[in-house]
């Protein structure tokens, strides 16, 4: 016997490492600091890359700016998946404390950590190193290459100094997910290797977790996120069970957003707390009808405050709430937009928008 309890916070623990993934660094800020080490250290250059000494001193000097900025970014991004790593183990006590009647225990943040950075990834077919502290600082040293790739590169064409910057930055700032410049596939090559690293900080929390409590658990089973992005070893995976600790360990490949859910030992049926949740059978709802089970807070930390106050208050079904979130051309409705399909619902729930 399985609470229905568990999959929903499962499925929220999901939810705000996505969110977290989201919010790990702006892009467009750090487009622009990369943008101006790049204009920085060309400054002093002009026309034609004629010579390997006219090439050498563009790359050392291209090298000297982008060091730090990007040695920042991978330091930050280090400390925030550890710090996420112990807030997910506690994220873990919290659902399984909602679930059972007995006292659940909870791993020391020290040990935590240690398993983060000690516990390698299991990422199938990754050139690099497998262990996330020289996994994220890999990026620095990546991203370095990438530049002095594209610099070669000029040289070889015979291009000048303004033709390089420009490739290298791009046009402008690249806020879309089209990787068109160096400097936009460095920034969406750290959104890849944050939402990895955060994943493997989640599941190392997770196991730590299940080991303090192995009274409790007895089983881990595989969870993956069926939708279009969902990679077919991870669709192969979903569902099977494995000892705790034993098997294969999320992520299994960049952004990667599997899970191994905990499965508790029957013996311990009884301490299941059971309550009326719904209608709803096991895996039978859509996305909105899970939603609309869920406390106010946990929707208006999904959906925003307004438009949780619409979902709650302003008497749509959740088919239509969820048809009323895209445009026919799959573009996100505003809130506005939403308003003008349902002004009704608006009026129902006491929205006004300025």
């Known amino acids: 016997m399985q609470s229905q309890l568990m999959l929903d916070n499962s499925m929220m623990i999901q939810i705000l490492l996505e969110r977290l993934k989201a919010g790990i660094v702006d892009r467009e800020e750090m487009q622009r600091e990369l943008r101006a080490a790049v204009t920085k250290a060309l400054a002093n250059f002009s026309g034609q890359i004629t010579s390997r000494s006219k090439l050498n001193a563009i790359i050392a000097e291209l090298k000297r700016e982008l060091s730090p900025v ?11 998946v550890l710090d996420i790593g112990v807030e997910s183990s506690q994220l873990e006590v919290d659902s399984l404390s909602q679930i059972v009647t ?34 994220i600082s890999s990026w620095v040293t990546s991203s370095i290459q990438q530049v002095e790739n594209q610099t070669v590169l000029a040289m070889a064409a015979q291009s000048n100094i303004q033709v390089l910057q420009s490739t290298i930055n791009g ?44 009274d409790l658990i007895k089983e881990e089973e595989f969870s993956a996120i069926l939708d279009n992005k969902t990679s077919s070893t991870c669709r192969a995976l979903s569902g099977n069970r494995y ?30 707390i059971t309550k009326p949740i719904g209608r709803s059978e096991w895996g039978e709802e859509s996305y909105y009808e899970w939603l609309s089970r869920q406390p106010a807070k946990r929707q208006d930390l999904i959906l925003g405050p307004t438009r949780g106050k619409l979902f709650r208050d302003g008497g749509l079904s959740p088919e239509r709430f969820a048809q009323l979130q895209l445009h026919k051309n799959f573009k996100p409705m505003t809130l506005k937009d939403m308003q003008k399909f349902a002004p009704k619902a608006f009026e129902r729930a006491g929205i006004e928008l300025k």
């Open 70 to 80: 990007l040695t920042s970014y991978s330091e930050h991004l280090l400390q925030s």
């Open 102 to 135: 007995n006292e659940v225990s909870k791993p020391d943040a020290e040990k935590v950590k240690k398993a983060i950075l000690n516990v390698p990834l299991i990422l199938t077919a990754w050139g690099g190193s497998l262990f996330l502290k020289k996994f």
């Open 171 to 214: 046009a402008a700032i690249d806020k879309t997910q089209v990787s068109t410049s160096t400097i936009s596939r460095i920034t969406y090559n750290y959104r890849t290797i944050a939402n990895t690293a955060i994943q493997h900080a989640h599941t190392c929390a997770a196991q730590e977790f299940y080991k303090e409590n192995d």
């Open 243 to 272: 000892p705790v600790g034993a098997g294969p360990m999320p992520p299994l490949h960049p952004n990667c957003r599997s899970q191994r859910l905990p499965i508790l030992n029957d013996k311990f049926a009884n301490l299941i």
